[in-house]
């Protein structure tokens, strides 16, 4: 399901971007010649697929990075747009890659909304029926309370992802705050690279190259990192192995 369901209210208090300047290094000769979001899963590229989702939500405004193969970006943007009215897609470039943290500061200055719906460019989410992702991160975002609100996978709900996990929730509500620290062999939740960050938090950085991991340590420290769970599955697109897995997947689920 490439769609978000089509809820009544519209989102209209959040701008999005989308991560795309990766290098994808072990993807081998997939990225050779192309940017990673660009790699298609079963027809659709991974870029198109998240696009999709986020003008389906009603966001009007997407801002898509680019650095590696950046004029591959560039040239599937101009085409969507002949496709396409809607969303406003800006691209921005890193002549050298600022990595996540550094690319969401370096195209700051084009968000007027203060609160941003984050998406790394290799991330796919299939949802549960009449659920939307972007739509819980947004009704359970609190600002007052929240720098930072990670949406979360579990493990059984996970497909190409070998790790060990990266949070814990410290409550049982549903919006809870978070813990990078390991109270065993393992965390019991995985991050998905969609998220909603308050843009405030980025000018605690002065440098120019650094990763979102940062914010998020910050964030937590400051007792204002939190997480959701997705409904639904998670897909992690790492090398060519995770990439047929996933392929498969979505190829069998048409």
Request: proline share 2%; glycine share 6%; net charge positive.
């Amino acid at each position: 399901k490439v769609m978000c369901f089509n809820y009544k209210k519209k989102i209209k208090n959040l701008d999005a971007m989308l991560m795309a300047a990766g290098r994808g290094k072990r993807m081998g000769y997939m990225t050779k010649f192309l940017a990673k979001p660009l790699i298609k899963i079963n027809d659709t590229c991974m870029l198109e697929r998240n696009i999709i989702k986020i003008a389906n939500s009603g966001i009007s405004k997407i801002v898509v990075n680019s650095s590696y193969r950046h004029l591959t970006i560039k040239k599937f943007i101009k085409n969507y747009k002949l496709k396409k009215k809607l969303p406003k897609l800006i691209i921005t470039f890193e002549k050298n890659r600022l990595e996540t943290g550094g690319g969401l500061k370096n195209a700051i200055e084009n968000f007027k909304n203060s609160n941003l719906l984050v998406i790394n460019g290799d991330s796919l989410l299939q949802n549960a029926d009449r659920y939307c992702p972007i739509k819980n991160l947004h009704s359970n975002y609190k600002e007052l309370d929240m720098d930072v609100l990670l949406l979360l996978s579990k493990k059984k709900n996970t497909l190409g992802y070998n790790g060990n996990g990266d949070y814990d929730k410290l409550a049982y509500s549903n919006a809870s705050k978070l813990t990078s620290k390991k109270n065993g062999y393992s965390q019991k939740y995985i991050f998905t690279g969609w998220q909603i960050i308050n843009k405030n938090i980025m000018s605690s950085f002065s440098q120019k190259t650094f990763s979102l991991k940062k914010v998020y340590d910050l964030a937590e420290k400051k007792g204002r990192l939190y997480g959701i769970t997705h409904k639904g599955k998670f897909f992690h697109i790492g090398d060519p192995k995770s990439y047929e897995i996933v392929n498969k997947f979505f190829r069998l689920s048409r």
